[in-house]
């Protein structure tokens, strides 16, 4: 029987229904393995979610007390709620096993966004094969990493691609953007927020896949737009409730004082390149002189504590970087610019498949060093040792996979758009969804770049440009084909 072009999942054969659910099993249990072999990861960031619960476990001052007055970054000005009010729960559950229960409850939802993944797979008509190694990759790679540790990566990762999936599988369906579920994908994403409070600008990005739907839908209603307005409701009332809550404990309106590292990070990133960028007489930029000499992280720090010896508490020096760093975007663009697309390193393109790696760099933030040397130090001394040469071999075949799902991702889907503007295809919402997501991608590799970086932070996305890249490998075996054989 031939494959619909966008086919229901609850049509799709049981066998496709059943490797698939097979897939994301068998990536649970070697989730499992490796938590029992080398148990929770922790982070510098865990430090700071456990010291908020440790607070809320302790007393109900914070609900009252910021502590603005105590450190430059209090605890529990500096870190949203969400994830440390979880550990805590956790906490009163087992005080011992916490770690256990919070990485475990990492690992379900993780399994209900490789499912609605799964679903995605389905609707777009994938092989099997490719379907099932886009699950494998997706699972065993930077997920496998996040997954393990006591990070808020997992949790707002796995909402993402949730709400992502769900809404694109929608999408090719042709159904229409209704109240009930944009209120549902709302909440969902505020529960993200809740964990990450950057997940209240990178909402933003959701406008195109659910413009996408309003317009592929096969009944096109105003309702669709309207639905788009419903799904932001959610976030903006948390959002404006946590800052009324600041409001009347600090006498200031803000989410979380983050802001203060993260913008100034960019800027000592740019001013590393064109030091103009701090020559000014605000005292921020005179701090920033003063203590800038490598342009590392913990320079950062010294300068958000001397400011606080000067006065200055968290919201205000939040506030000082922010707005330094749009001045600096006004006054330096080029050097701006510059420092955002070094950002953008080409190790990301290794990121769609890299088990190996994933396992090294989960073994290394455990248990503090390497299970096996990194991929530089395994081609030095790969003809020394057979199992080092195994490695080797490994890696080196999961970065050409890497490498070729990524440039298919980048490249074919802005071909086929142009193949579609200029009427040369018929598959609208198929290529209309990929370009969507692949929007998506890319919005949310510039809006970090924009400030910083790291690798973790293109979680959310990632499984989208594994998927997509298959697709369109798939798709030019296909049409290699089909001109083969009509030659």
């Not at 409850?105 to 609707?123: C, G, M, P, T």
């Not at 590292?261 to 960028?277: H, N, P, S, W």
Request: aromatic share 14%.
């Amino acid at each position: 029987m031939k494959r619909s072009a966008f086919p229901d999942f609850r049509a799709s054969t049981f066998d496709d229904r059943k490797l698939y659910l097979s897939v994301i099993l068998m990536i649970v249990l070697f989730k499992i393995a490796v938590l029992l072999i080398w148990g929770p990861g922790i982070a510098p960031d865990t430090g700071g979610y456990t010291r908020f619960a440790e607070l809320i476990l302790e007393s109900s001052d914070w609900l009252t007390d910021a502590g603005l007055e105590d450190s430059a970054m209090p605890t529990t000005v500096f870190r949203i709620a969400g994830y440390p009010m979880f550990i805590a729960l956790t906490q009163l559950i087992s005080s011992e096993n916490w770690q256990w229960i919070v990485v475990l409850s990492q690992f379900l939802l993780s399994a209900v966004s490789l499912y609605s993944l799964s679903r995605l797979i389905s609707a777009l008509g994938m092989k099997p094969f490719l379907g099932a190694f886009s699950l494998l990759a997706t699972g065993l790679s930077l997920s496998l990493l996040l997954d393990n540790m006591i990070l808020t990566d997992s949790f707002a990762t796995s909402l993402f691609v949730i709400v992502l999936s769900e809404n694109a599988v929608a999408t090719l369906r042709g159904r229409p953007f209704g109240f009930v579920q944009a209120l549902l994908f709302g909440m969902l994403i505020t529960l993200a927020f809740l964990v990450r409070e950057g997940v209240a600008i990178l909402s933003i990005l959701f406008v195109m896949p659910f413009l996408v739907r309003a317009f592929v839908a096969e009944k096109k209603t105003w309702r669709s737009c309207a639905a788009i307005a419903v799904f932001f409701v959610p976030l903006v009332l948390s959002s404006q409730i946590y800052m009324s809550w600041n409001e009347g404990r600090t006498g200031y309106r803000f989410v979380t004082s983050g802001g203060q590292t993260v913008y100034l990070q960019g800027l000592f990133d740019a001013a590393e390149k064109d030091q103009r960028i701090f020559s000014g007489n605000e005292p921020i930029e005179i701090a920033a002189r003063d203590y800038a000499k490598d342009y590392a992280f913990s320079e950062v720090l010294s300068v958000q504590a001397s400011l606080f010896n000067n006065g200055y508490v968290a919201p205000e020096l939040a506030n000082m970087s922010k707005q330094k760093y749009f001045e600096s975007w006004l006054e330096y663009p080029g050097s701006m610019l510059r420092m955002t697309i070094g950002h953008i390193r080409e190790n990301y393109a290794m990121l769609p498949f890299r088990p190996f790696d994933a396992v090294r760099q989960t073994g290394f933030w455990i248990e503090g060093v390497k299970p096996w040397p990194d991929y530089r130090e395994l081609r030095k001394d790969m003809f020394n040792d057979v199992d080092l040469l195994v490695l080797f071999v490994g890696e080196m075949v999961e970065r050409a996979i890497a490498v070729i799902i990524t440039i298919a991702f980048v490249v074919v889907p802005i071909i086929w758009f142009v193949r579609l503007c200029r009427g040369r295809t018929e598959r609208y919402r198929e290529i209309l969804v990929c370009l969507a997501l692949w929007a998506f991608y890319f919005g949310v590799l510039i809006a970090h770049a924009m400030v910083h970086l790291e690798t973790r932070y293109l979680a959310a996305v990632l499984p989208f440009s594994t998927l997509i890249g298959c697709l369109c490998l798939q798709r030019m075996v296909r049409d290699w084909r089909f001109s083969k054989a009509k030659s």
